[in-house]
């Protein structure tokens, strides 16, 4: 990863977005592998500059690929087995602890999660904050109200530029009760990216991490089925990771 | 190096085009057509037909006619003709020569490169099996890049006005749509969404059931097991959606479709366009998804869009433009063609290639064009789940490595399953590779770091390679297909076509040869016929000889299994014939 990324693009740290932008394109158009057909070491420079950029205009994306490179510690010896084939039949594998950093998302463990305790809402009920504008308001009532179509398409109406998390994180429940999992789920990765100390953005996280749990469970693609006793072990196993690897994790293959 | 021309190697169309005095133009094939059906046909000669001549006998020759070849590239489909097993590479090789050949009679010179463009949805096999069938059409594929992206260069080029633009294309197979920001000469794709198999061949096939459906309703006649009724039908499933395009209503009429015990029965049956659009709700609607996960990508309302393009032969029906308007709120622009402007924009971008001296309108340098990968990459860790390595939509080139470790104790190697795709877990998506790194020295799980490095180069083509920081050992792949071919395949692929390409060659020219002396023959035995009289008879004997002899020649094979041999020896014939009846009278004979 690149260690400074204002330094890549040459503009002083409290760039504003426009200079940032302006900066990227004047080097793409000195350093872009088409203008260099015969040097292969030019789409290498591109992708550095590729990568400065985005490091620059979505930060959150990079916060803990960062964590986890300055604080990379090889975790001790825990039981773990692979389940790469699919055969061995004790492995992590119904827990996805290699989902868990990925992209950021600081995922923490709770024995509700392990265990199945956590009660899975179909509809969620989102509350008003007192500095949502009106307009987020009428969106929150339409979530209430479960018109999750509607509530989208005013999402939709909203600018980039003011696009937070709280945007993200009602896109995510809107987009959920209209049945669009996988981007509901990025986008609720994205609004705990970008505010980690939420709790209600945390939560929702928790519960499609633990829907993905029960529906790996379910599948039973990976390892035959989930005996209790097999449980016990995994969640002492998990309860393990998680006193140990309160920090940066690494990623299993 | 020669000029690059660019090309669109569509679904149902292709063109070709390629910039002539800073525009880029299209080149008519030897019809004088703008664009080339996408379809290649076997006859039972042996001979092989594309583009209109294809298509036209297609009801006829069903069997051994071939269309949306496009729909099976990167698939292992294969089809096999006269005991010869085709895949699809190789009979979009022959729709590729042909505009190749299009462009060196244009351009009065031998024509080596090419840009050629892709739905910008297609994943990383189907765009590997797009440059093969380059390769084998004798083509250096300098560049595959995205259809919208093409065709926002295309507009980008009159219109260089910092601004962020939608590109709707819905084409003959495919449905792609981009949002795209143009400025300071940079055309740069901002999210790229899609579906690769949505697209104007399944309005054909809607309407297509729905004709089957009404002739088994009225005549109770079920045509489905009928070929060539089958084929009628979809031909005029298809001219009844282009109608409805611009009239209200059509009907279609085919006279003799079927018979039953009373005799030939017709098909006679009126659409409406509001008909049309309840059969193809279903699909105006698919491209709602994209279109807002698109938008959601790229951060932007559409209400900050400074233009929607709409691209695609599909794009001109009314239904699908009204639903372009809901969608975004705007009127779509007409400002470009939307059958042309991708094979132009790959022109433009053939141009930048090749050092051309191209500028973006308003803009003072030149043109750079920065595109993203379609879809995330992954690898699967355990589990079973796919560990995202590089986002969807990024810029390409990409270079981006990540630290691994094992998983079990005393793990010796690890299997790099590399997949493509947004779900969550590695099964739902596509693999797209996968190699083993091996000897990895012996540690407790968690202990050995494994560096796993993507590298996607500016053709979106990846290369994925695995490293033990420890031991130093390295493996990569660049990512292939299972049916991807082999140096070795290509190699004899490009030696069959150049053969059929020869094989064609002499064909035409035995025609050509056949049809001139059948011409001459004629000619003198009607001269001879009138003049009889004034000849002396050693003369007309004479004639008599050089006549027999030729039209022994040309009817001794038919043409199509000349040699050249042969042809000299007829050329050498109609010399002599031409010689001994120099005395005719014939005005009518032109050699």
Same mark, same amino acid.
């Given at each position: 990863?690149?260690?400074?990324?204002?330094?890549?693009? &040459?503009?002083?740290?409290?760039?504003?977005?426009?200079?940032?932008?302006?900066?990227?394109?004047?080097?793409?158009?000195?350093?872009?592998?088409?203008?260099?057909?015969?040097?292969?070491?030019?789409?290498?420079? %591109? &992708?550095?500059?590729?990568?400065?950029?985005?490091?620059?205009?979505?930060?959150?994306?990079?916060?803990?690929?960062?964590?986890?490179?300055?604080?990379?510690?090889?975790?001790?010896?825990?039981?773990?087995?692979?389940?790469? /084939?699919?055969? !061995?039949?004790?492995?992590?594998?119904?827990? !996805?602890?290699?989902?868990?950093?990925?992209?950021?998302?600081?995922?923490?463990?709770?024995?509700?999660?392990?265990? &199945?305790?956590?009660?899975?809402?179909?509809?969620?009920?989102?509350?008003?904050?007192?500095?949502?504008?009106?307009?987020?308001? /009428?969106?929150?009532?339409?979530?209430?109200? !479960?018109?999750?179509?509607?509530?989208?398409?005013?999402? %939709?109406?909203?600018?980039?530029?003011?696009?937070?998390?709280?945007?993200?994180?009602?896109?995510?429940?809107?987009?959920? &009760?209209?049945?669009?999992?996988?981007?509901?789920?990025?986008?609720?990765?994205?609004?705990?990216? %970008?505010?980690?100390?939420?709790?209600?953005?945390?939560?929702?996280?928790?519960?499609?991490?633990? !829907?993905?749990?029960?529906?790996?469970?379910?599948?039973?693609?990976?390892? /035959?089925?989930?005996?209790? %006793?097999?449980?016990?072990?995994?969640?002492?196993?998990?309860?393990?990771?998680?006193?140990?690897?309160?920090?940066?994790?690494?990623?299993?293959? | 190096?020669? @000029?690059?021309?660019?090309?669109?190697?569509?679904?149902?169309?292709?063109?070709?085009?390629?910039?002539?005095?800073?525009?880029?133009?299209?080149?008519?094939?030897?019809?004088?057509?703008?664009?080339?059906?996408?379809?290649?046909?076997?006859?039972?000669?042996?001979?092989?037909?594309?583009?209109?001549?294809? @298509?036209?006998?297609?009801?006829?020759?069903?069997?051994?006619?071939?269309?949306?070849?496009?729909?099976?590239?990167?698939?292992?489909?294969?089809?096999?003709?006269?005991?010869?097993?085709?895949?699809?590479?190789?009979?979009?090789?022959?729709?590729?020569?042909?505009?190749?050949?299009?462009?060196?009679?244009?351009?009065?010179?031998?024509?080596?490169?090419?840009?050629?463009?892709?739905?910008?949805?297609?994943?990383?096999?189907?765009?590997?099996?797009?440059?093969?069938?380059?390769?084998?059409?004798?083509?250096?594929? #300098?560049?595959?890049?995205?259809?919208?992206?093409?065709?926002?260069?295309?507009?980008?080029?009159?219109?260089?006005?910092?601004?962020?633009?939608?590109?709707?294309?819905?084409?003959?197979?495919?449905?792609?749509?981009?949002?795209?920001?143009?400025?300071?000469?940079?055309?740069?794709?901002?999210?790229?969404?899609?579906?690769?198999?949505?697209?104007?061949?399944?309005?054909?096939?809607?309407?297509?059931?729905?004709?089957?459906?009404?002739?088994?309703?009225?005549?109770?006649?079920?045509?489905?097991?009928?070929? =060539?009724?089958?084929?009628?039908? @979809?031909?005029?499933?298809?001219? =009844?959606?282009?109608?409805?395009?611009?009239?209200?209503?059509?009907?279609?009429?085919?006279?003799?479709?079927?018979?039953?015990?009373?005799?030939?029965?017709?098909?006679?049956?009126?659409?409406?366009?509001?008909?049309?659009?309840?059969?193809?709700?279903?699909?105006?609607?698919?491209?709602?998804?994209?279109?807002?996960?698109?938008?959601?990508?790229?951060?932007?309302?559409?209400?900050?869009?400074?233009?929607?393009?709409?691209?695609?032969?599909?794009?001109?029906?009314?239904?699908?433009?009204?639903?372009?308007?809901?969608?975004?709120?705007?009127?779509?622009?007409?400002?470009?063609?939307?059958?042309?402007?991708? =094979?132009?924009?790959?022109?433009?971008?053939?141009?930048?290639?090749?050092?051309?001296?191209? #500028?973006?309108?308003?803009?003072?340098?030149?043109?750079?064009?920065?595109?993203?990968?379609?879809?995330?990459?992954?690898?699967?860790?355990?589990?079973?789940?796919?560990?995202?390595?590089?986002?969807?939509?990024?810029?390409?080139?990409?270079?981006?490595?990540?630290?691994?470790?094992?998983? $079990?104790?005393?793990?010796?190697?690890?299997?790099?399953?590399?997949?493509?795709?947004?779900?969550?877990?590695?099964?739902?998506?596509?693999?797209?590779?996968?190699?083993?790194?091996?000897?990895?020295?012996?540690?407790? $799980?968690?202990?050995?770091?494994?560096?796993?490095?993507?590298?996607?180069?500016?053709?979106?083509?990846?290369?994925?390679?695995?490293?033990?920081?420890?031991?130093?050992?390295?493996?990569?792949?660049?990512?292939?297909?299972?049916?991807?071919?082999?140096?070795?395949?290509?190699?004899?692929?490009?030696?069959?076509?150049?053969?059929?390409?020869?094989?064609?060659?002499?064909?035409?020219?035995?025609?050509?040869?056949?049809?001139? $002396?059948?011409?001459?023959?004629?000619?003198?035995?009607?001269?001879? =016929?009138?003049?009889?009289?004034?000849?002396?008879?050693?003369?007309?004997?004479?004639?008599?000889?050089?006549?027999?002899?030729?039209?022994?020649?040309?009817?001794?094979?038919?043409?199509?299994?000349?040699?050249?041999?042969?042809?000299?020896?007829?050329?050498?014939?109609?010399?002599?014939?031409?010689?001994?009846?120099?005395?005719?009278?014939?005005?009518?004979?032109?050699?």
């Amino acid at each position: 990863m690149i260690e400074n990324p204002h330094q890549v693009l &040459g503009v002083s740290q409290n760039a504003t977005q426009d200079e940032i932008k302006k900066a990227y394109r004047q080097k793409t158009k000195l350093y872009h592998p088409d203008l260099h057909p015969d040097d292969p070491g030019a789409a290498r420079k %591109m &992708g550095e500059i590729n990568e400065a950029y985005d490091m620059l205009m979505n930060p959150e994306k990079y916060a803990a690929r960062k964590a986890q490179q300055q604080g990379y510690r090889p975790s001790g010896g825990y039981s773990q087995q692979s389940s790469q /084939t699919g055969q !061995q039949g004790y492995g992590g594998g119904q827990y !996805q602890y290699g989902g868990y950093g990925q992209n950021g998302t600081a995922g923490d463990f709770t024995f509700e999660d392990l265990f &199945g305790f956590g009660s899975w809402q179909e509809s969620q009920r989102v509350t008003e904050l007192p500095n949502d504008t009106p307009f987020v308001r /009428t969106i929150v009532q339409d979530i209430n109200y !479960q018109r999750y179509q509607r509530a989208l398409q005013k999402l %939709m109406q909203i600018p980039g530029a003011e696009r937070n998390s709280r945007w993200y994180y009602l896109a995510a429940v809107a987009n959920r &009760g209209q049945g669009n999992t996988v981007q509901a789920y990025e986008q609720i990765q994205r609004a705990v990216q %970008m505010e980690p100390g939420n709790m209600t953005y945390q939560r929702l996280l928790r519960q499609f991490q633990q !829907q993905q749990q029960t529906y790996q469970r379910n599948a039973g693609n990976h390892n /035959t089925g989930a005996s209790d %006793m097999q449980r016990m072990c995994m969640g002492i196993c998990a309860a393990n990771m998680c006193c140990n690897l309160c920090g940066p994790f690494s990623f299993y293959i | 190096m020669s @000029r690059i021309i660019g090309i669109d190697l569509g679904t149902t169309n292709s063109s070709v085009a390629v910039v002539e005095g800073g525009k880029a133009v299209i080149i008519p094939n030897e019809r004088g057509e703008r664009s080339t059906p996408s379809v290649v046909a076997f006859t039972n000669s042996g001979e092989r037909l594309t583009g209109s001549l294809a @298509r036209r006998q297609a009801a006829v020759n069903s069997a051994r006619t071939i269309s949306s070849v496009k729909r099976h590239m990167g698939t292992e489909w294969k089809i096999s003709i006269d005991g010869k097993a085709y895949n699809a590479q190789e009979i979009s090789a022959m729709i590729l020569r042909d505009l190749r050949k299009s462009a060196e009679e244009y351009l009065g010179e031998p024509v080596t490169d090419a840009v050629i463009t892709v739905p910008a949805y297609f994943n990383d096999i189907q765009r590997q099996a797009t440059k093969d069938a380059g390769r084998i059409a004798g083509l250096n594929v #300098q560049r595959i890049i995205n259809e919208p992206t093409s065709a926002a260069l295309a507009y980008g080029l009159d219109h260089g006005a910092a601004q962020k633009i939608m590109v709707y294309d819905l084409g003959g197979g495919t449905f792609d749509v981009s949002i795209i920001e143009i400025g300071d000469g940079v055309v740069e794709v901002l999210a790229t969404g899609g579906d690769n198999h949505l697209g104007g061949d399944d309005f054909d096939q809607a309407v297509t059931d729905y004709l089957v459906r009404e002739f088994q309703r009225t005549e109770r006649i079920d045509v489905r097991k009928d070929v =060539a009724a089958m084929q009628r039908i @979809r031909e005029a499933a298809e001219q =009844a959606k282009k109608e409805l395009s611009v009239t209200e209503s059509t009907t279609v009429q085919l006279p003799y479709l079927s018979q039953n015990q009373n005799g030939p029965v017709h098909l006679d049956c009126t659409i409406t366009r509001a008909k049309f659009n309840e059969l193809t709700r279903e699909l105006v609607n698919r491209t709602a998804i994209p279109v807002q996960n698109a938008l959601n990508d790229a951060g932007i309302a559409a209400s900050e869009l400074g233009k929607v393009l709409l691209v695609g032969g599909s794009t001109r029906i009314p239904a699908v433009q009204q639903k372009v308007k809901e969608l975004t709120g705007k009127e779509p622009s007409h400002s470009i063609n939307p059958d042309e402007c991708v =094979a132009q924009g790959a022109a433009i971008q053939g141009e930048v290639l090749s050092g051309g001296s191209l #500028q973006l309108a308003g803009s003072d340098g030149g043109i750079l064009l920065l595109d993203v990968t379609p879809l995330s990459l992954s690898i699967e860790t355990v589990g079973g789940v796919a560990s995202r390595l590089v986002e969807r939509n990024s810029t390409l080139p990409v270079h981006y490595s990540q630290i691994f470790t094992t998983a $079990a104790p005393f793990q010796s190697s690890v299997d790099i399953h590399v997949l493509q795709g947004e779900r969550p877990m590695a099964r739902d998506n596509k693999t797209i590779g996968r190699f083993k790194l091996k000897g990895i020295k012996k540690a407790m $799980a968690g202990v050995p770091q494994i560096e796993v490095t993507f590298d996607i180069d500016t053709n979106g083509i990846l290369k994925v390679s695995a490293k033990d920081l420890d031991t130093g050992k390295e493996q990569s792949i660049t990512i292939t297909a299972n049916n991807k071919m082999s140096d070795e395949e290509i190699e004899q692929a490009i030696r069959d076509a150049e053969q059929y390409a020869a094989e064609d060659q002499i064909r035409r020219d035995a025609m050509t040869v056949c049809s001139e $002396a059948q011409m001459l023959l004629t000619n003198v035995e009607q001269a001879l =016929a009138a003049e009889k009289k004034q000849l002396e008879k050693a003369e007309r004997k004479q004639i008599k000889e050089e006549c027999s002899r030729l039209k022994k020649l040309i009817t001794k094979k038919t043409p199509e299994k000349m040699t050249y041999g042969e042809l000299d020896e007829i050329k050498a014939a109609m010399k002599d014939l031409e010689y001994a009846s120099a005395c005719l009278n014939m005005s009518e004979y032109r050699p």
